[in-house]
């Protein structure tokens, strides 16, 4: 299910960095008392009454013609145009200005959803002053402090009111949905081309070609559906130069979202590089079901032991992915592909296995007799039951008497005893520590 969007966007110095903090709740954006120090789009996920949403920090929107603006105004334009709602942010203490019009017939343009905000509206004696922004013709205007927090929640009700209702129902059930996730040039495009067994997706030897997440649908022999997505390469951020490669990153991002399993692509060429691991960690922190792929196997060496030395590095270095399984693969020549299909199939089924608690609680007693429970200062730590509260992924809470007693070490103990008693490869588990009430 994708999250739904929401777009800061304003003139320079309303705060648009100050109210993304507060959505998130973490200080992700720069925030200084002088115009223009946020750029670039910033992006984190924020939450209200149950609803998660994506958040866009974009650059103050600044009519002056030059060029650091003009990038400034497209950086906003692709935020906007991604954008399920736009919050439109303007300032008590300057009042309305011939930018903010500006911004308003801009947003017009749109047909997206606005929701007005006014900030540094902290001084009651000027609340008057909020009428006069009923004259940018986008609705109520609601009054809020980004400084201190308050109109918060009424803006965030007016801004969940605009989510689109069919999210939920976009994706189809009973529907693989898998993409390619690595750096530029791994040969994704390639990859899809070779499952398909046609020229689909554009291939070229130039790094950054693929632009847009591409989604194909197949369905195999045994009438199985998936859905594929092709993402484009994610750089490092600072080699991210062009304005178009900073959307497609977004998109990537909105890719490992959307899908059930992620496939990470090597290339066993260059072999292993710092962004490989950097893109590996968007999918394992969205708790994604991953197989490691290392294409173009057909052309490397493979004396002296080459496979049982580079599935040692893999491991080596993504020592957090040690249920992904691994398939030396090339689009190239197809080799191995055809094993593609059902291992995607395998961990789709271990992503959403329920385990009954009776069997849970047999290996947890099991558990606890192989290693018993940590102690600390004279108190031991009892786990009186643990069940499965979700699937995909799975994930399990254990009832203890303190949660302060649950070393990390333990933690990691009961997940490899889960994961030797079931089998969830391919995919992460998590394991919660409640105290029992």
Not at 53 to 78: N, S
Not at 142 to 161: E, K, N
Not at 176 to 191: A, D, E, H, Q
Not at 379 to 404: C, G, M, S
Request: net charge negative.
């Amino acid at each position: 299910m994708s999250m739904p969007t929401v777009a800061l966007v304003g003139r320079p110095n309303v705060g648009k960095s100050t109210i993304f903090n507060r959505l998130v709740g973490e200080r992700l954006s720069i925030v200084e008392d002088y115009p223009g120090v946020t750029r670039d789009r910033i992006y984190a996920t924020g939450k209200w009454l149950g609803r998660e949403f994506r958040v866009i920090d974009t650059g103050g929107i600044d009519m002056i013609d030059e060029p650091l603006m003009d990038q400034v105004r497209y950086q906003a334009d692709i935020a906007m145009e991604e954008a399920d709602v736009i919050v439109f942010l303007t300032s008590m203490q300057e009042g309305l200005t011939d930018a903010d019009e500006a911004i308003a017939h801009r947003l017009h343009r749109t047909n997206k959803p606005v929701v007005l905000a006014v900030n540094k509206a902290d001084n009651p004696e000027m609340r008057q002053m909020v009428y006069d922004f009923y004259a940018l013709g986008h609705g109520d205007p609601y009054p809020i402090s980004g400084s201190h927090g308050t109109g918060l929640g009424d803006l965030l009700d007016a801004v969940v009111s605009h989510f689109p209702t069919d999210l939920a129902e976009a994706e189809e059930e009973d529907v693989i949905k898998f993409c390619f996730i690595g750096r530029p040039n791994v040969g994704k495009s390639s990859l899809v081309n070779a499952i398909l067994k046609e020229e689909r997706v554009i291939v070229s030897n130039i790094e950054g070609t693929t632009r847009e997440a591409v989604d194909t649908h197949f369905t195999d022999e045994e009438g199985t559906r998936y859905t594929m997505i092709d993402t484009a390469g994610i750089r490092k951020r600072g080699k991210v130069y062009e304005n178009t490669e900073k959307y497609s990153v977004l998109r990537a991002m909105s890719a490992i979202e959307r899908s059930d399993i992620v496939c990470l692509v090597l290339d066993a060429e260059t072999g292993i590089r710092e962004q490989d691991k950097k893109v590996a960690g968007y999918a394992y922190e969205a708790g994604k079901g991953m197989v490691i792929l290392v294409n173009k196997w057909d052309a490397v060496d493979k004396s002296d032991k080459l496979f049982e030395t580079f599935t040692k590095e893999i491991r080596a270095h993504f020592q957090y992915l040690t249920f992904a399984p691994i398939l030396f693969v090339s689009a190239h020549t197809g080799q191995r592909l055809n094993k593609l299909p059902e291992l995607l199939k395998t961990i789709y089924d271990n992503r959403h296995r329920r385990i009954q608690s009776s069997v849970l609680n047999d290996v947890l007693m099991d558990a606890v007799a192989m290693n018993p429970t940590p102690t600390d200062k004279g108190r031991r730590l009892k786990i009186y039951y643990l069940t499965q509260v979700a699937v995909n992924p799975p994930t399990f809470v254990a009832f203890v008497n303190d949660v302060e007693l649950m070393h990390f070490s333990y933690e990691r103990f009961l997940e490899n005893q889960l994961r030797q008693s079931f089998y969830f490869e391919g995919t992460p588990i998590k394991l919660i520590t409640r105290a029992r009430q």
